[in-house]
């Protein structure tokens, strides 16, 4: 069972810490934070100083958690790869060795077998080369077969290590070749070599004459005109970068061209109308900055006091404002409010309060239990912090029926600005459902609920938002656990345009039992008929009686019973559980009632009316 945070943790994310902006372990461990640092080249980072470090700035981590820094180690000086013999040929040259030891009958205990890449071959200082040495011969040999990833060779009996590389034809994260190849006899338990593609190969920049010789390289181009007294109209005055270095498929090269020799020279400009009004082009850009104030000049190019032609091109950076701000405190506000004032995206929540120990009243409806970002967090402007604040709904019922379990630590953790939105849902489910079911031991704890665990995924397919579904069941048949699994590649996404909230809720259905248990699928009928669908009658009662076009039998439903559906004349759209999301479900009383049909103590009166087919 993952690190949850359940209902006796609280479940709000308490103690967090906000990793900062590291230039060593020190300030890291400091804080209480684990730390660690590898190195590689940099062709634009200075040598010790910090390329990246994840988690970021700004993110808010538990006690104990790890920061991971890259250190630069200066330019990147391709080196070639020796026709190496043992680990001190290859480290002499600032290279790392990966010795690997295999049965070879051809080979005398302690020569090299092969080495990978191949003398020869450039690497930067830091890169890896594979020296496999023969530890004599092989007691058993097998088939080398063709592989597409790790398991094949498992499968066969052989070790696997992955080397990556650069490639223009092979899709990222596929096989680009191996060795030994396929056909091959070779020693079980030896390793066989897979090198997976990390996409496209970098070019070597040459000396661009114009923006379609860049352009047909892959590359963005940018052109800007200048004077040069030097230099004769029309021809290429610089290139950044610089002819000869490498540069990724979709980077940015910029080209300045001359326009003749330079007449007049400019001077420093507050505004745009100011670069017109000397008679030179006026490109603007935008930055945040925390020593310049909003609408003043960060930057000029070129700077003052360059010659320029009149008609030259002068760009402008402006600033937008403070990079970051303190997040206010919300108690006494609201989103529209912040909206209006900061610009900055908001959402409310409802969410049960329990009663304190010490006092036998709650927290009034409507009164802010909690905000994210907390009160005095430091937060970005650009791009602007999606804020939320969670009122209060009233007291929270007693022996909740949907229990929480939320994944913190570990790649699957969820983000903590996330778990407002996990508590809304539960807290919306928990209104609907009530009554206890079954006990059973969850992890030796006797529950009378389901625990539903979240947590991230990132294999999910590009249009799915979340999966979802019981994980096991009561001998009754209801559910004991669930899961809920979002598809944190698209988080973003999702904090954008709001939601959160509703995938839950939605999910939260799935993890229940519904379209997944046989509560559901006893009244499941799939006879590709037009009365196919969810025929429960409690809920059918409920569709009939909002349901335009007169009684049916059955409630339609998707191709796999899971949704109700929407594309038939009887079907209904923008209903919590429609498979379609359009920014406007309703959770209906038809949902609330599938719930009872399945067996759950529900309340009907915790959803508002829903519309036929409403907007």
Same mark, same amino acid.
């Given at each position: 069972m993952p690190n949850c945070i359940r209902p006796s943790d609280g479940g709000g994310g308490a103690n967090l810490i906000s990793v900062p902006v590291a230039t060593d372990c020190l300030e890291i461990t400091a804080l209480g934070l684990a730390c660690s640092i590898t190195e590689q080249c940099s062709d634009t980072v200075p040598a010790n100083a910090i390329i990246s470090q994840n988690p970021v700035a700004g993110?808010?981590?538990?006690?104990?958690?790890? $920061?991971?820094?890259?250190r630069s180690l200066g330019p990147c000086v391709p080196v070639a790869v020796p026709n190496a013999t043992s680990c001190a040929d290859i480290e002499a040259l600032g290279l790392v060795c990966q010795l690997?030891?295999?049965?070879?009958? *051809?080979?005398?205990?302690?020569?090299?077998?092969? %080495? /990978?890449?191949? +003398?020869?071959?450039?690497? =930067?200082?830091?890169?890896?080369?594979?020296?496999? @040495?023969?530890?004599?011969?092989?007691?058993?040999?097998?088939? #080398?077969? !063709?592989?597409? &990833?790790? =398991?094949?060779? *498992?499968? &066969?009996? /052989? *070790?696997? @290590?992955?080397? /990556?590389?650069?490639?223009?034809?092979?899709?990222?994260?596929?096989? @680009?070749? %191996?060795?030994?190849?396929?056909?091959?006899? /070779?020693?079980?338990?030896?390793?066989?070599?897979?090198?997976?593609?990390?996409?496209?190969?970098? $070019?070597?920049?040459?000396?661009?004459?114009?923006?379609?010789? $860049?352009?047909?390289?892959?590359? $963005?181009?940018?052109?800007?005109?200048e004077c040069g007294d030097a230099v004769p109209a029309g021809e290429i005055i610089s290139q950044d970068p610089v002819p000869g270095q490498m540069a990724f498929i979709g980077s940015e090269v910029t080209i300045v061209r001359s326009n003749g020799p330079c007449l007049a020279f400019s001077t420093a400009f507050n505004t745009c109308a100011d670069v017109l009004a000397a008679g030179y082009v006026c490109l603007e850009q935008y930055a945040c900055s925390n020593t310049i104030s909003q609408g003043g000049v960060i930057d000029q190019y070129p700077a003052s006091g360059i010659g320029l032609a009149p008609g030259s091109t002068i760009r402008l950076t402006i600033s937008t404002g403070n990079c970051t701000i303190a997040m206010p405190d919300l108690t006494n506000s609201n989103c529209k409010t912040m909206i209006l004032l900061a610009g900055f995206p908001c959402e409310e929540l409802l969410e049960c309060s329990p009663v304190p120990p010490s006092t036998s009243l709650n927290p009034p409806n409507g009164e802010v239990l909690s905000q994210w970002p907390p009160a005095g967090t430091v937060i970005s402007v650009d791009p602007p912090q999606h804020m939320t604040i969670t009122r209060s709904s009233g007291p929270c019922p007693v022996g909740d029926l949907v229990m929480p379990c939320i994944v913190t630590t570990g790649p =699957?953790?969820?983000?903590?600005?996330?778990?407002?939105? @996990?508590? +809304?849902?539960?807290?919306?489910?928990?209104?609907?459902?009530?009554?206890?079911?079954?006990?059973?031991?969850?992890?030796? #704890?006797?529950?009378?609920?389901? !625990?539903?665990?979240?947590?991230?995924?990132?294999?999910? +397919?590009?249009?799915?938002?979340?999966?979802?579904?019981?994980?096991s069941f009561r001998g009754d048949g209801f559910p004991a656990t669930g899961q809920v699994r979002l598809n944190c590649n698209r988080l973003n996404e999702f904090r954008a345009n709001g939601r959160l909230n509703t995938i839950f809720t939605h999910e939260i259905a799935h993890a229940l039992g519904m379209g997944l248990s046989n509560l559901w699928n006893q009244f499941v009928i799939n006879d590709n008929t037009s009365a196919a669908g969810f025929c429960g009658p409690l809920a059918l009662a409920e569709y009939n009686a909002i349901h335009p076009n007169g009684p049916v039998n059955c409630i339609p439903t998707d191709n796999v019973a899971g949704h109700w559906s929407e594309i038939t004349s009887e079907g209904m759209r923008n209903e919590l559980l429609s498979p379609i999301w359009t920014g406007n479900n309703a959770f209906s009383r038809i949902t609330i009632m599938s719930f009872a049909d399945m067996g759950y103590q529900v309340n009907p009166q915790a959803c508002p009316d829903y519309q036929w087919n409403q907007p």
């Open positions: 993110t808010m981590v538990a006690p104990g958690s790890s $920061v991971d820094l890259i690997i030891e295999s049965c070879d009958g *051809a080979v005398v205990a302690g020569d090299k077998i092969s %080495q /990978f890449p191949p +003398a020869g071959f450039e690497l =930067n200082a830091g890169e890896t080369v594979t020296l496999t @040495i023969s530890t004599g011969p092989c007691p058993l040999e097998g088939l #080398v077969g !063709e592989y597409t &990833d790790c =398991n094949g060779p *498992a499968e &066969d009996g /052989f *070790a696997c @290590i992955e080397a /990556f590389g650069c490639s223009d034809t092979v899709p990222e994260g596929e096989v @680009i070749g %191996q060795s030994p190849i396929p056909g091959d006899t /070779f020693t079980i338990g030896s390793s066989v070599t897979l090198t997976i593609s990390n996409g496209p190969c970098p $070019v070597l920049l040459p000396t661009f004459a114009n923006c379609a010789e $860049v352009e047909a390289l892959g590359l $963005v181009c940018t052109e800007l005109i =699957n953790a969820m983000p903590p600005d996330t778990i407002p939105f @996990i508590n +809304a849902a539960v807290n919306k489910w928990n209104t609907v459902l009530g009554g206890d079911l079954s006990p059973v031991l969850v992890n030796g #704890v006797a529950i009378t609920g389901v !625990e539903i665990c979240f947590e991230c995924a990132f294999n999910l +397919a590009p249009n799915e938002l979340a999966v979802a579904g019981p994980v």
